[in-house]
């Protein structure tokens, strides 16, 4: 399956000094919400949660002090002590109709860690408090997604899609995976609908391009190949654009997509092998072979590479 291009950010914990208090900056405090009676979040025993805090907590710390802590272990990418400090603050008020975003954050602590089923627990203690989250439920299923369980992830995106008919990043994963499973025509309606509110969508443009490229319809490719490339011009798209133009004889064009391109990722394997096959359109034969061996340097199969030169 196609790497997905948007794994969301973390979501940090954004504190502002206040004059008794920090003010915590989110929009996910939902009233009234309570942790289940009875669970608490787990943290796996490895080096990292073991290793010991730098700062003796007083036990009159607030919740607000501890969450403050987090933030500053944040910002030095101290992923251990910020968990440490979000857990502290979750225990000393269990209660707190904001521990949702907090145990949001500390999944993605989590992810950052590579400790992917801790995350999704606590992505579902925070979905109990908080079920139509849209951006826990996108966290939770790209969580899913990286431990390899694409039924689960899938139920979540189809519950983000059912929950916000405006959310694209949903509808574009969905479609990619559509596409993936040789399901043309299910991509083609999820890209689409994202279209329907936002015409000028680069994923939605991305998915289509990609979409045609894959059914060899390589002039509606290059359309909305170049659409995307407008906002992102990015290896990856201009890659797949200058694939496209190979295919449709446009040289020079897949000529200037190719070197910027590189310019943005001189270690990419499969631009060199593209190079190899425009040089061999051009019957440049040394300069062929000198990009079949880039392409195999950079991390390209040297038997399929090898094919471009028969």
Same mark, same amino acid.
């Given at each position: 399956?196609?790497?997905?291009?948007?794994?969301?950010?973390?979501?940090? =914990?954004m504190?502002?000094?206040?004059?008794?208090?920090? #003010?915590? =900056? &989110?929009?996910?405090? *939902?009233?009234?919400?309570?942790?289940?009676?009875g669970?608490?979040?787990?943290?796996?025993?490895?080096k990292?949660?073991? #290793?010991?805090?730098?700062?003796? !907590?007083?036990?009159?710390?607030?919740?607000?002090?501890?969450?403050d802590?987090?933030? =500053?272990?944040?910002?030095?990418?101290?992923?251990?002590?910020?968990?440490?400090?979000?857990?502290?603050a979750?225990?000393?008020?269990?209660?707190?109709?904001t521990?949702?975003?907090?145990l949001?954050?500390?999944?993605? $602590?989590?992810?950052?860690?590579?400790? !992917?089923?801790?995350?999704?627990?606590?992505?579902? !203690?925070?979905?109990?408090?908080?079920?139509?989250? =849209? &951006?826990? $439920?996108?966290?939770?299923?790209?969580?899913?997604?990286?431990?390899?369980?694409?039924?689960?992830?899938?139920?979540?995106?189809?519950?983000?899609?059912s929950?916000?008919?405006?959310?694209?990043?949903s509808?574009?994963t969905?479609g990619?995976?559509?596409?993936?499973?040789?399901?043309?025509? &299910?991509?083609?309606?999820?890209?689409?609908?994202?279209?329907?509110?936002?015409?000028?969508?680069?994923?939605?443009n991305?998915?289509?391009g990609?979409?045609?490229?894959?059914?060899?319809?390589?002039g509606h490719?290059?359309?909305?190949l170049?659409e995307? *490339?407008?906002?992102d011009?990015?290896?990856?798209?201009?890659?797949?654009?200058?694939?496209?133009? !190979? *295919?449709?004889?446009?040289?020079n064009?897949?000529?200037?997509?190719?070197?910027n391109?590189?310019?943005k990722?001189?270690d990419?394997?499969?631009?060199?092998l593209?190079?190899?096959?425009?040089?061999?359109?051009?019957?440049?034969?040394?300069?062929?072979?000198?990009? *079949?061996? $880039?392409?195999?340097k950079?991390?390209?199969?040297?038997?399929?590479?090898?094919?471009?030169?028969?």
């Amino acid at each position: 399956m196609k790497t997905l291009r948007y794994i969301l950010l973390m979501g940090v =914990v954004m504190v502002v000094a206040g004059t008794a208090h920090s #003010q915590i =900056v &989110t929009d996910m405090a *939902i009233k009234n919400t309570k942790i289940p009676k009875g669970e608490h979040p787990s943290v796996a025993e490895d080096k990292l949660s073991r #290793q010991k805090m730098d700062v003796q !907590l007083d036990s009159a710390a607030t919740y607000y002090t501890l969450i403050d802590s987090a933030q =500053v272990r944040i910002a030095r990418k101290d992923w251990a002590g910020a968990e440490d400090f979000i857990r502290k603050a979750i225990a000393n008020e269990p209660t707190n109709n904001t521990n949702s975003m907090l145990l949001s954050n500390l999944g993605t $602590l989590q992810r950052y860690q590579g400790k !992917l089923q801790d995350a999704i627990k606590n992505y579902t !203690l925070a979905l109990d408090m908080t079920p139509n989250a =849209v &951006t826990l $439920l996108l966290n939770r299923a790209a969580t899913y997604m990286e431990s390899g369980d694409v039924e689960k992830a899938v139920a979540d995106f189809e519950k983000v899609r059912s929950l916000d008919e405006t959310e694209e990043e949903s509808r574009y994963t969905l479609g990619v995976m559509a596409m993936d499973n040789g399901d043309m025509a &299910t991509a083609e309606e999820l890209f689409r609908e994202i279209k329907q509110f936002n015409d000028d969508s680069e994923l939605a443009n991305e998915g289509l391009g990609m979409m045609y490229k894959q059914k060899g319809d390589y002039g509606h490719a290059v359309v909305y190949l170049s659409e995307a *490339i407008k906002k992102d011009p990015n290896p990856t798209l201009l890659g797949n654009r200058a694939d496209c133009y !190979l *295919i449709l004889k446009q040289l020079n064009s897949a000529s200037l997509d190719i070197q910027n391109a590189l310019e943005k990722a001189p270690d990419d394997g499969f631009l060199y092998l593209l190079r190899a096959k425009l040089n061999k359109m051009r019957f440049n034969k040394d300069d062929m072979k000198r990009d *079949i061996e $880039l392409a195999v340097k950079y991390g390209v199969d040297k038997e399929l590479a090898e094919q471009i030169g028969e």
